[in-house]
């Protein structure tokens, strides 16, 4: 076969645990490695095939025999912290089965990170595959978290800035908020996926599973920080939308008080208006004076009508520059 085409890179890693652990990036995946894999574990030849049809994630939980469970997917995740592209995501093709675990095309970085002293450690105390696979997972919910930790800070602008001056423009930046929150919702939910393929496959054996359960909290600690901010930007879109019609009354309210107390001075203006030769006082010296005076009696003693009735209120006084409302 021509290498070009079958180019890869794999690294074999073997734990204390006597588990291994099959690193593979490869642009094939008709490469030697995955075939000779694939002749040792019959079963791999599912996850092969179905890899190419994958559109974001895929879980599948199998009992060859009918007991040892073999779990294969592919998870979605991101290791940017900004989500510039929501269609944009990494996906990471996994193989677990007895004291084997398969990744395919795990990113660089995620590669690094797991080399560390410290994520070795935890390798190392892996009795089994899967748990190793644990390690991983969570090693990729702490994209999530960084994510997350941007989103919370921009948040905070916007809380910050509706507390001051809540400007129209502010709703768009909300609504962009929740579509940010939406995509790492989405990239989680097949994080859970697979914790409750793994529930299905190993049931009681994972109770005092150290991994197992560093994942779940991990994962129940993401839970809340979603549902944390979701409730946040829904408070922030009912705050918006109770100034919005606050502020929308109150401007009903003004202008229906000034049509109100303008009242008279529209009836004399139209009446006056006519063309007729013998309106009151229209040919004397003092007509315009007197009627103009009787237009601001009528129109001052609207208002004192109107604010001794209690309909005024403070629509009609000034506000301060500093007001928040």
Sequence with gaps: ???????????????????QWYDICVEDISCEMLQKLQEQFPIMEEWIKVIPKVGENYMSVRFPNGVDAVIFGTLPYSIKDEVTDSGYMDRLHFFVQNDVLVTINLDQNTREIMATKERTAMLHQCQHAVEGMFVL???LLHYFHLGLDAFEANLREIERAMEMDNQRHLMNKILSSRFVLLYWSNLFTPFEEFLAAA??????????SRPFMQLVH???RMERLFRHYKDEIDTLIAI????SAFRGNEIMK?????????TPATV???IWGMNFDNLPAIKTPWGFIGVMLATFLFTGGMYWWMHRKGWTGDLLKVKAKDSKI
């Design 137 to 139: 997972v969570r090693t």
């Design 199 to 208: 529930k299905e496959g190993y049931l009681d054996k994972l109770e005092k």
């Design 240 to 243: 918006d939308d109770a100034v």
């Design 218 to 220: 991990r994962m129940e």
């Design 1 to 19: 076969m021509d290498s070009s085409s079958i180019a890869y890179t794999s690294n074999v890693l073997s734990f204390a645990g006597h588990w």
């Design 254 to 262: 003004t202008l229906t008080i000034l049509t109100a107390i303008f």
């Design 268 to 270: 004399v203006g139209a």
